[in-house]
């Protein structure tokens, strides 16, 4: 009795073994996404998006783990746990990228690009798409291009010209052109990850920084540092990236969707960013100790003319042709 038992659950051990194993029923695979900033903003929101969508459409296939506000990583440190596989996703700012795409610096360059309209033209024509590989040969495959907005600086007292930041500390990305830029201004800069900047800024660790309007209004910094000024001299704009390892690998259905996924994605994120870039500043304006300076025509030429130094020193990493290609693409719409 007691081994015909023994034999029935034996039988049907293996039936459960075997039907799972022909209906493919094995762990999904995991893409683990990390990011620094807060979910509530555009990019906070498309690494959700992306994630719903995933496991909505590859079900049971593709599972997404998402880690937000540096919650695991910084962005410096994720780009290496990319390459050591402890995650597959991530969307660094542009500047995180120094070491290993000088290219990607054009992102950085000040008064390159005005708006959100020319970066856009850039980012589609040929060579802001060959960038995206611009960092292949060290394993890292740039997937899509995810826009934030302009930066604007913020200090502890009014900021109208340049000088007003002599001798500041100022709280900076990991950039080698930001720190020249800062350097040029008389300002003291001091790179800083971005799960630092709250705290640094509440402890008077820094006088000041620069960011965008998303992450301003989502980490509250208006209650911080009240004073702002409207340079919008550059761009904060991330890169979807994986390894390319990882990405290689992937069986090619559902590499396929995960790109379909994507472009949706970053057409609704892109929008988002245009909005929130608006609404946010709205949002910070209506704080009644907050002071926005938008820079008329000749103080911009101000800001503008104590920056430029900059490009001649980083034209030759960057490569002439590609500032080249931006002046002239950053102008020409492509769709
Ligand atoms: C981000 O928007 O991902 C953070 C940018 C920063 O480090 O300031």
């Known amino acids: 009795m007691k081994s015909r038992v023994h034999n029935s659950v034996g039988v049907l051990c293996c039936l459960i073994f075997f039907t799972s194993?022909?209906?493919?029923?094995?762990?999904?695979?995991?893409?683990?996404?990390?990011?620094?900033?807060a979910e509530n903003t555009p990019k906070g929101i498309g690494a959700k998006m992306f994630k719903e969508r995933v496991e909505t459409r590859l079900n049971g296939r593709v599972a997404v783990e998402i880690y937000p506000a540096s919650e695991k990583f910084t962005d410096e440190?994720?780009?290496?746990?990319l390459l050591f596989g402890d995650i597959e996703l991530a969307a660094p700012s542009f500047p995180k990228f120094h070491k290993f795409s000088k290219s990607l610096e054009v992102f950085d360059l000040p008064f390159l690009f005005e708006s959100q309209e020319e970066i856009n033209n850039f980012q589609q024509s040929e060579t802001g798409q060959t960038?995206?590989?611009s960092m292949e040969n060290v394993g890292i495959k740039g997937l899509r291009y995810w826009n934030n907005g302009m930066r604007v600086i913020s200090a502890d007292k009014p900021i109208r010209e340049p000088a007003d930041l002599e001798g500041l500390l100022m709280r900076i990305e990991s950039s080698c052109v930001f720190s020249e830029q800062y350097a040029e201004l008389g300002a003291i800069p001091i790179q800083m990850p971005f799960?630092?900047?709250?705290?640094s800024l509440r402890d008077g660790v820094v006088a000041g920084y620069e960011n965008a309007w998303s992450n301003i209004a989502a980490g509250q910094l208006q209650l911080l540092r009240p004073y702002f000024i409207e340079t919008d001299h550059s761009y904060l704009g991330y890169m979807v990236v994986s390894s390319?390892?990882?990405?290689?690998?992937?069986?090619?259905?559902?590499?396929?969707?995960?790109?379909?996924?994507?472009?949706?994605?970053?057409r609704e994120v892109n929008s988002l960013a245009e909005k929130s870039a608006q609404t946010d500043r709205e949002e910070i304006m209506h704080n009644e100790n907050v002071t926005i300076v938008t820079p008329t025509d000749e103080e911009r030429l101000l800001w503008k003319?104590?920056?430029?130094?900059?490009?001649?020193?980083?034209?030759?990493?960057?490569?002439?042709?590609i500032i080249d290609a931006a002046r002239v693409a950053k102008d020409q719409?492509?769709?």
């Open 131 to 133: 960038l995206l590989s």
């Open 77 to 81: 440190q994720a780009i290496l746990a």
């Open 21 to 37: 194993v022909s209906l493919g029923n094995s762990a999904p695979l995991l893409i683990r996404f990390s990011h620094v900033v």
């Open 195 to 199: 799960g630092r900047l709250k705290d």
């Open 244 to 266: 390319t390892s990882f990405w290689d690998s992937l069986p090619d259905d559902i590499r396929m969707e995960l790109e379909a996924i994507l472009d949706e994605v970053t």
């Open 333 to 335: 719409p492509t769709r």
């Open 305 to 321: 003319k104590a920056m430029l130094p900059v490009w001649k020193k980083f034209e030759d990493e960057i490569g002439t042709d």
